[in-house]
């Protein structure tokens, strides 16, 4: 499982105690690190405390259900890319059809061979590292998706004094290195200036903006920068 099994951190949400504990163990047997809730509620306060790289979650539990939960994750800017899997005893059509347009990237049903969750797991984190790596600034990009992003990033630049007046502080585990690359991605600078600037190589830059990609919800150098002034994580 490479990447999937040294630092993927999973969050599980399920109100079933005995389910949860057995699919939380098999995770763990399989590499992966794994918290747990037991509701919802539980869920989401364990996302401020630090965000996961993938998210199963239960469809049928009380006060706040999955697809409810889930709603809650596509509503905030940054669990809007979290890779997120339902677990539910109902695999009818319809219910598969509502867990994918509520915005769900894949649906199990219950009961389930513990393999294939594994491996579903490792699909979504591998397409995940792909998406991030595609957006990624690399060593020979596309000149005119540079030009574009270099000029709505100064766009937003100019505005940053109005958006740091509306920024709302927002705290993320970020290393002091995540944090200097944030610090000159959101100045405008590019993967190579940057990379000279903390005197380093482009292919260290590009894995950590991946991974500022990852903790931020975010696809793209612009949303990044936009993220990072409206919550307050740049000068």
């Given at each position: 499982?490479?990447?999937?099994?040294?630092?993927?951190?999973?969050?599980?949400?399920?109100?079933?105690?005995g389910l949860r504990?057995?699919?939380?163990?098999?995770?763990?047997?399989?590499?992966?690190?794994?918290?747990?809730?037991?509701?919802?509620?539980?869920?989401?306060?364990?996302?401020?405390?630090?965000?996961?790289?993938?998210?199963?979650?239960?469809?049928?539990?009380?006060?706040?259900?999955?697809?409810?939960?889930?709603?809650?994750?596509?509503?905030?800017?940054?669990?809007?890319?979290?890779?997120?899997?339902?677990?539910?005893?109902?695999?009818?059509?319809?219910?598969?059809?509502?867990?994918?347009?509520?915005?769900?990237?894949?649906?199990?049903?219950?009961?389930?061979?513990?393999?294939?969750?594994?491996?579903?797991?490792?699909?979504?984190?591998?397409?995940?590292?792909?998406?991030?790596?595609?957006?990624?600034?690399?060593?020979?990009?596309?000149?005119?998706?540079?030009?574009?992003?270099?000029?709505?990033?100064?766009?937003?630049?100019?505005?940053?004094?109005?958006?740091?007046?509306?920024?709302?502080?927002?705290?993320?585990?970020?290393?002091?290195?995540?944090?200097?690359?944030?610090?000159?991605?959101?100045?405008?600078?590019?993967?190579?200036?940057?990379?000279?600037?903390?005197?380093?190589?482009?292919?260290?830059?590009?894995?950590?903006?991946?991974?500022?990609?990852?903790?931020?919800?975010?696809?793209?150098?612009?949303?990044?920068?936009?993220f990072s002034l409206?919550?307050?994580?740049?000068?």
């Amino acid at each position: 499982m490479e990447q999937a099994v040294s630092d993927a951190e999973i969050l599980l949400v399920d109100d079933e105690p005995g389910l949860r504990e057995a699919v939380q163990a098999y995770l763990e047997d399989s590499g992966f690190r794994v918290r747990t809730a037991a509701n919802a509620q539980e869920g989401w306060e364990q996302l401020q405390q630090a965000r996961p790289d993938l998210v199963i979650t239960d469809v049928m539990m009380p006060r706040v259900d999955g697809y409810q939960f889930l709603a809650q994750l596509r509503g905030d800017d940054r669990f809007k890319a979290l890779p997120v899997i339902l677990l539910t005893a109902r695999g009818m059509t319809g219910d598969r059809i509502q867990g994918y347009e509520a915005g769900c990237d894949d649906y199990i049903a219950k009961p389930f061979d513990p393999d294939e969750l594994v491996v579903r797991v490792e699909n979504l984190l591998r397409r995940r590292r792909e998406t991030i790596a595609a957006v990624a600034d690399t060593g020979n990009p596309d000149l005119a998706e540079v030009a574009r992003q270099v000029a709505e990033i100064r766009a937003m630049l100019q505005q940053k004094p109005q958006l740091q007046t509306q920024a709302t502080p927002l705290a993320l585990d970020l290393t002091p290195r995540e944090e200097s690359v944030l610090k000159l991605v959101a100045q405008g600078l590019m993967n190579k200036e940057i990379a000279r600037e903390l005197d380093t190589s482009v292919r260290n830059i590009e894995k950590y903006v991946s991974r500022l990609f990852s903790k931020t919800g975010t696809n793209s150098r612009t949303e990044l920068v936009r993220f990072s002034l409206e919550h307050g994580l740049a000068d």
